[in-house]
């Protein structure tokens, strides 16, 4: 059986092109292009991160299924070896054709091998639930803790309206599998109920919490599996988990790689160096022509530099969205005035590549005023 510390995949440091939206969910992206920075573009700039959010806990939600079934088969073949070598725990063979699933949790690097197995892994779940006869001695501990987590999700919000990121980005999702006081790598079959009665009265009932909207058909399809089937197996959640993916593919993702594949810098920053840039090319404009009307001497034109270097710098990076010399740097700014490291190694290369245009762009730019303004000849008035 594999270690159940087993690690994260690991990003691609040889990707010589920019990630999917899958790579991103899978953790397989450095930053700019990571799952953090993903997760704080939906929540500031697309103002859509509770459709990330329900992707996410379903996701969870999986894993928990997935640590369940396991450590089912491993009370299995420890307690009960001669029931196993005979055959005759119908648990015990059920999970013998289910297949291997020892695989870390979260997405698989295939989604059809994703698919096939969480197809299998919700078939076992649902023939567990009719039996009603899942392993007693996983069903009695950490009950207690899955009766809080139904309501867990009604105390995230934060002061100020916004959602701090998931704490769980960054650790390995082996370390936190469930929302209830259950102990580390025990997984009872309440946990599991708990978790998906969550997503529903979190996400997709009318008038939750954190509404999403999805089509009626699946939301009615997922209210009658839940309360009345009495399923909480994670293929419940498929169609609306693969209707969120699409949307956030189609609508949020292609921007987010404009900005953090293409760009360093985010809306407030934006908007602060156009307001700078404007203001400097103003008093640039005024004290050139002041010094052309009032004849002054070249020595102190000079002093034109100054503003229009800013003004020129500040524009050129407002218009793409990118200031040259901190890109240069390795630097990316994920919310107003704070700052990563650039890791990912293709989006370095192409964002070294554009800051050098935009420098070299605002160094043509800005010369050509300085000139024109410092020689042009003065003619007092």
């Not at 087993?6 to 920019?18: A, F």
């Not at 996410?56 to 029931?83: F, K």
Request: net charge neutral; charged share 20%; proline share 6%.
């Amino acid at each position: 059986m594999a270690d159940m510390n087993t690690p994260s995949p690991h990003p691609d440091l040889n990707r010589n092109r920019l990630p999917t939206l899958f790579e991103v969910l899978s953790r397989l992206t450095l930053a700019p292009v990571d799952l953090f920075s993903f997760y704080i573009y939906m929540r500031d700039q697309q103002r859509s991160v509770d459709y990330l959010d329900f992707w996410l806990d379903v996701s969870q939600h999986m894993s928990l299924c997935r640590h369940y079934v396991r450590e089912l088969r491993r009370s299995v073949l420890i307690e009960t070896p001669e029931l196993e070598k005979a055959g005759s725990k119908r648990s015990s063979q059920i999970l013998d054709h289910f297949g291997d699933v020892n695989d870390p949790a979260g997405p698989s690097a295939n989604l059809n091998d994703e698919r096939i197995k969480d197809q299998h892994l919700s078939a076992f779940l649902r023939q567990d639930n009719g039996n009603g006869n899942g392993n007693e001695n996983l069903s009695t501990h950490g009950s207690l803790g899955s009766q809080q987590s139904g309501v867990r999700g009604s105390n995230e919000r934060h002061l100020n309206g916004e959602r701090p990121p998931r704490a769980s980005f960054m650790s390995n999702p082996l370390d936190n599998t469930t929302d209830s006081n259950s102990p580390a790598h025990t997984v009872a079959r309440p946990d599991i109920r708990a978790s998906a009665e969550k997503i529903l009265y979190t996400f997709l009932l009318p008038g939750s919490e954190r509404e999403i909207i999805l089509p009626q058909s699946i939301l009615h399809d997922i209210t009658v599996a839940i309360e009345e089937e009495g399923r909480d197996d994670p293929e419940v959640f498929d169609a609306a988990k693969d209707y969120t993916f699409q949307a956030m593919e189609r609508d949020a993702f292609p921007g987010f790689l404009r900005s953090k594949a293409l760009g360093n810098l985010v809306p407030p920053s934006l908007f602060l160096r156009l307001c700078l840039g404007l203001t400097a090319m103003f008093g640039g404009f005024w004290a050139a022509f002041a010094c052309i009307f009032l004849d002054r001497p070249k020595h102190i034109r000079c002093w034109l530099i100054l503003p229009f270097t800013i003004g020129v710098y500040s524009l050129a990076s407002h218009q793409y969205s990118i200031d040259p010399v901190l890109a240069l740097c390795g630097l990316s700014e994920y919310t107003f005035m704070n700052w990563a490291r650039i890791r990912e190694p293709y989006v370095r290369r192409l964002l070294n590549k554009r800051a050098s245009m935009v420098l070299f762009c605002t160094v043509l730019i800005g010369v050509a005023l300085i000139v024109l303004f410092i020689f042009v000849p003065g003619r007092r008035l």
